[in-house]
């Protein structure tokens, strides 16, 4: 199993989709195979009641009734059970993680906590959190707009300052993006800043694929990337959307 999912990528293939439960799949890479684990895994907040967390994630996330993207898995636990969960596939990607290598988690205000929580709990040194700023969101009278998601993230151990990797900004603004193919999609412009992290050249792994916006934006970077959705409708739509997009870029 070990040798089979190291060798999906070869000299001509520099990115992959692979369909399946993170949790199982990352069980198949050797330790220290990765050189950053960058990801947007579900926040599972979105909602105030248990009754609500088990809706579709289309009714949890999109106003576009029959016109929204397709629902995706893996959003309905309560805080206390994402946060053991989290923890888990998080120790799991630390395992297969290089030495020294990034972790970079999106997560918004109110799954903030549990996430820092689980990356330390895995095993991560938490480094910081940055801060995506989307610019629109809900204006609300007598509050603070929820205008921005976070990145959660830290280091396999020790995190070299003399990695080839040049200084980064903290804040990141971008609007979301205008066609979305997934609920949650990040823009594209976002992840390319983001895998800068990532020493030059190196090996990205993203547990949660989605529609395979860290994978396309890694291989763009010039990196070689790995992605793992388990949605069955979202691993096609990725896998089409990279081969796709790559094709318009040359
Ligand atoms: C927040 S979305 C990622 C969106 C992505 N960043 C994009 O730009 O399209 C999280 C994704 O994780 C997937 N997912 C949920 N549980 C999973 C699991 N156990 N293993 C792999 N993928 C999972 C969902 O199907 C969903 O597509």
Redesign the pocket.
């Known amino acids: 199993m070990t040798e089979t999912m190291n060798n999906v990528l070869n000299d001509d293939k520099k990115w992959k989709i692979i369909q ?4 199982k ?1 990352l069980e198949g890479f050797a330790p220290g195979s990765f050189d950053a684990v960058i ?5 599972a907040s979105g909602a105030r009641t248990q009754a609500d967390k088990q809706k579709s ?1 289309r009714q949890k996330y999109s106003s576009m009734g029959d016109n929204a993207p397709p629902a ?4 309905a636990k309560d805080q206390r059970s994402w946060t053991r ?1 989290a923890a888990e ?1 998080l120790a799991e990607a630390r395992r297969i993680a290089k030495p020294g290598a990034p972790v970079c988690m ?1 997560i918004d205000w109110r799954q903030l906590p549990a996430a820092s929580d689980a990356l330390q709990w895995a095993g991560w040194i938490w480094r910081g959190t940055a801060v995506w700023d989307k610019g629109n969101s809900r204006p609300q009278r007598g509050r603070f707009r929820q205008q921005a998601e976070y990145i959660v993230w830290g280091s396999n151990g020790d995190m070299p300052i003399s990695r080839p990797v040049p200084c980064l900004p903290g804040v990141f603004k971008y609007g979301n ?1 205008g066609k ?7 823009p594209l412009q976002l ?1 390319r800043d983001i895998v800068r992290i990532c020493e030059p050249g190196g090996l990205i792994l ?9 994978v396309l934006a890694g291989v763009l970077e010039g990196y070689r990337a790995i992605g ?4 069955d409708v ?1 691993a096609i739509l ?1 896998q089409e959307r990279i081969v796709r997009e790559l094709a318009e870029a040359v």
């Open positions: 399946g439960d993170c949790l799949v990801t947007d895994p579900p926040y994630t995706f898995e893996g959003d969960w596939w999106f993006p979305r193919i997934h609920l949650t999609e990040k992840m993203d547990p949660f694929a989605g529609s395979g916006t860290t793992i959705e388990v949605t979202y990725a």
